[in-house]
């Protein structure tokens, strides 16, 4: 990574509350052609979420603890906070004197643009505003957000956006948090109804539907020079499993998570 740092833009992607079963079934049915055809391998890796929900894991990913591999350990991290003693920092890691990844990032020169989508980013208050406030430069907006059907093309076109803006020289660390995977996400689904609620189908519906947008933001953040990119859930969530509903609780569906990180070469 202090070979990409600095060289190359960053993309984080975040694709909230999505479960590793449903990613890696989607990958082998070929259900999802533009993700899986930067996966190595096309295959999504297993790994471990460093977090039960939002909040917590975006400020472990945050810290630079991105999902650890679902393998005995220690794992060297991509990025790490200077830290006497820790195991998991390498000479391949890149080691930042910040108390965060993000303005580690930004005192190495890069401009960081956080796109949010759920509630945790949405700045109508304090919770809401400690994450993206991070960020030198945030975006949210209702059609962003949990309710909205069509809330990833948007967030890409605000990407798109920011890419088009930003100057050519500097580099760019842009993050998006992909929300229409969380609850709700039944309008994903065509005959599904808001009665019915979410269920794993939807859960596999929703995403199909960033599959289908997804490529317009590795376009546009390979548009300039190469990017690193980095692809993963937070957390995964439950629909039933074992008796259980939802994510924030220690579930096997809500601890797996799906991840992968490329290259996306210059288009230009």
């Known amino acids: ?29 070929g259900r999802i052609p533009h993700l899986a055809r930067h996966l190595p391998g096309g295959a999504w890796e297993k790994r471990h979420a ?7 894991s975006h400020q472990a ?71 993206p406030g991070l960020f030198q430069e945030s975006h949210w907006e209702p059609e962003f957000g949990v309710a909205s059907p069509t809330s990833f093309e948007a967030q890409v076109a605000r990407a798109e956006r920011v890419v088009a803006e930003h100057p050519h020289e500097q580099r760019l660390f842009l993050f998006v948090n992909a929300a229409a995977l969380h609850q709700p996400n039944w309008f994903h689904l065509p005959g599904a109804t808001r009665a019915a609620g979410d269920t794993r189908e939807t859960h596999a519906a929703a995403l199909e539907y960033i599959d289908r947008h997804v490529g317009r933001l590795f376009a546009a953040m390979s548009a300039r020079r190469r990017c690193f990119a980095m692809v993963c859930s937070d ?14 609780l220690g579930h096997e569906a809500v601890w797996t998570v799906p991840y992968a990180h490329f290259f996306l070469e210059p288009t230009a």
């Open 61 to 131: 990913m945050f810290a630079g603890f991105l999902p650890t591999p679902a393998t005995p350990g220690p794992h060297a991290r991509l990025f790490a906070a200077r830290f006497a003693g820790s195991e998991t920092t390498a000479g391949r890691t890149y080691v930042f004197d910040t108390p965060d990844l993000v303005s580690g990032l930004a005192a190495a020169g890069y401009r960081t643009v956080c796109v949010g989508g759920v509630g945790f980013f949405n700045r109508q208050g304090a919770l809401g505003n400690v994450l």
């Open 50 to 56: 460093p977090g039960s929900f939002t909040y917590a």
């Open 235 to 248: 957390h995964g969530t439950t629909y039933g499993d074992d008796g259980y509903t939802g994510h924030r």
């Open 1 to 29: 990574m202090n070979e990409v740092v600095g060289h190359d833009d960053l993309l984080l992607l975040t694709l909230d509350t999505l479960r590793y079963d449903v990613a890696v079934e989607l990958a082998e049915a």
